[in-house]
T-cell receptor, first 113, second 112 residues
Framework: ETGVTQSPTHLIKTRGQQVTLRCSSQ?????VSWYQQALGQGPQFIFQ???????GRGNFPPRFSGLQFPNYSSELNVNALELDDSALYLC????????????FGSGTQLSVL | DAKTTQPTSMDCAEGRAANLPCNHS???????VYWYRQIHSQGPQYIIH???NNETNEMASLIITEDRKSSTLILPHATLRDTAVYYC?????????????FGKGTHLIIQP
């Protein structure tokens, strides 16, 4: 158990819809990052939030956006869903602006039909 | 960040030491080696990291060659619960908020 919780655990959407995924970070952690994991692949970095500001982003289009709240919980929003967005979305928390020791949640499995 | 090469899969007998290799021949002097593992249906779990000295913690040992071009993660007494995908990652510690670059990792299967 890492103390990082994600909701929902599973979600089914149709192409073109919008989705919001949620993450509660481990107590004491002020940084949250999001990763996308396609089937059979390693996780791919989407972006990171530190003290409510995005401070790092991977190679994902602007329709992937996020928020971090004062309690350090976070949301990942994806607009105009595409079939290729079907994946496991992982949230990770850590302490400090840049920290490679991440604590991951179990993820949200998103299926886009 | 430098790239890593790992075998796609490995088997190990329960109770034996599992040795997982990783090649990182283009590693820079300030890049650390990090290991994570991902058990089925869970998120990745941090195991250990090191720069050039061998490291040991309650989960595993990390052996880095003197030229730092390769490393080995050792699980001293593997159990069935160690069956997972193991990822070797190299990154400058605190070098940028650009996340971790996961490859496909090594699928370690512990045989009873």
């Amino acid at each position: 158990e890492t103390g990082v919780t994600q909701s929902p655990t599973h979600l089914i959407k149709t192409r073109g819809q919008q989705v919001t995924l949620r993450c509660s970070s481990q107590s004491g952690h002020n940084t949250v990052s999001w990763y996308q994991q396609a089937l059979g692949q390693g996780p791919q970095f989407i972006f990171q939030y530190y003290r409510e500001e995005e401070n790092g982003r991977g190679n994902f289009p602007p329709r992937f956006s996020g928020l971090q709240f004062p309690n350090y919980s976070s949301e990942l929003n994806v607009n105009a869903l595409e079939l290729d967005d079907s994946a496991l979305y992982l949230c990770a928390s850590s302490s400090g602006r840049i920290n490679e020791k991440l604590f991951f949640g179990s993820g949200t499995q998103l299926s886009v039909l | 960040d430098a790239k890593t090469t790992q075998p796609t899969s490995m088997d190990c007998a329960e109770g034996r030491a599992a040795n997982l290799p990783c090649n990182h021949s283009t590693i820079s002097g300030n890049e650390y080696v990090y290991w994570y593992r991902q058990i089925h249906s869970q998120g990745p779990q941090y195991i250990i990291h090191g720069l050039k000295n061998n490291e040991t913690n309650e989960m595993a040992s990390l052996i880095i060659t003197e030229d730092r071009k390769s490393s080995t993660l050792i699980l001293p007494h593997a159990t069935l619960r160690d069956t997972a995908v193991y990822y070797c990652i190299v990154k400058v510690k605190g070098g940028g908020a650009d996340g971790l670059t996961f490859g496909k990792g090594t699928h370690l299967i512990i045989q009873p």
